[in-house]
């Protein structure tokens, strides 16, 4: 039952869906609601946001109005910890359907009584890569409800699902917000966007441009590594370069001397792997570089380099009145001699 792939965005507010929310509550509440609900939008507009807080609100034991979920309960806990038994995650892998299989041990599942309250929800994602098998058995499942067994289906368009599916769900599209409500919620979010070009390229599905707003940052912090590369790169091959490189370390030393700190670390990791880079290794990107240097220098030599840089960068970060080139310089011709 893992979650979101968008698992950082879930603390984001998201205005845009508020009404939709409501209004699926108040269907509850008024006793309007199916069993089974067709949610459509274009990718990044928020579908699965909007399916899990329909979901933690239908389990939750204390719901309130207009709120949703109380967030307190002993249901919501386990549902913010991804634990809840009566709460299933439907979706297919990459490039494939979700199949007969899948659908029919669901059944099995939804056939059980809930273990905690009164109602059991289903999230289906990428619906219209259900194979008409497995279509058809979900289509006796809304025909004859489990008991209080709720599906939620997630899918792009409507066009996309097969009619007799479509004909047994209650359909709610989600449209992407407009520019200007668009653009504040970026702005809130610290991202001030003067390109209009931007949310035309995103279709204006927030939650996507936010993601490429976040990873363009993140690539900036790669240029950043790529630059203690290519600045030890020089130091060791191109002496005169010394003061370029210890220029661009002085500028933010805190976070530029973490980041050659991480280059030395990934160095050592290297060599205690036999050459072999871990997935999560911060210059992963440099590999091949990493493997030239791997043999011109021993551990004994990477220990000690560590433990100068991190003095030099706690002195610096400690005492702002120091003179950050001139310590800078004497770290890196330390480096710069431990390498054979
Ligand atoms: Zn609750």
Avoid at 217 to 222: L, N, P
Avoid at 225 to 251: I, K, M
Avoid at 281 to 308: C, D
Wanted: aromatic share 6%; charged share 20%.
């Amino acid at each position: 039952m893992s979650l979101d792939e968008n698992e950082p965005l879930k603390q984001v507010s998201t205005p845009w869906l508020k009404p939709v929310f409501e209004q699926l509550q108040e269907n509850y509440q008024s006793g309007r609601f199916a069993h089974g609900i067709l949610l459509t939008g274009s990718a990044g507009v928020g579908k699965f946001k909007v399916a899990q807080d329909l979901a933690q609100y239908l389990l939750c034991s204390n719901k309130q109005m207009p709120q949703g979920a109380c967030g307190l309960c002993h249901s919501c806990k386990l549902f913010a910890a991804n634990n809840h038994l009566d709460f299933h995650l439907l979706q297919n892998e990459q490039n494939k359907s979700i199949g007969i299989e899948q659908v029919r041990s669901l059944i099995d599942t939804l056939n059980e009584r809930p273990h905690l309250g009164d109602n059991k929800v289903v999230i289906i994602k990428n619906a219209h890569t259900l194979t008409v098998p497995a279509a058809n058995a979900l289509l006796k499942t809304l025909e004859e409800p489990q008991g209080n067994s709720y599906l939620i289906l997630l899918t792009r368009t409507h066009h996309q699902l097969m009619p007799t599916l479509l004909s047994r769900v209650q359909h709610t599209h989600l449209h992407t917000p407009g520019d200007t409500e668009l653009l504040a919620w970026l702005s809130e979010l610290g991202f001030n966007i003067q390109d209009i070009g931007l949310l035309r390229l995103f279709q204006n599905s927030p939650l996507s441009l936010l993601n490429h707003l976040q990873s363009v940052q993140v690539s900036t912090s790669e240029d950043e590594r790529r630059n203690c590369v290519e600045g030890l790169f020089s130091l060791l091959n191109q002496p005169e370069s010394l003061f370029t490189f210890s220029q661009f370390l002085a500028e933010s030393v805190e976070k530029r001397l973490q980041l050659l700190f991480h280059l030395l670390h990934d160095l050592h990791k290297l060599k205690l792997s036999e050459s072999v880079m871990n997935r999560d290794a911060v210059y992963s990107f440099a590999l091949p570089q990493l493997q030239i240097w791997q043999p011109q220098i021993t551990l004994k030599s990477l220990r000690y380099l560590s433990s100068e840089l991190l003095q030099t960068r706690k002195l610096l970060v400690d005492h702002s009145g120091l003179k950050k080139e001139l310590l800078i310089n004497a770290l890196l011709i330390k480096i710069k001699n431990e390498f054979k």
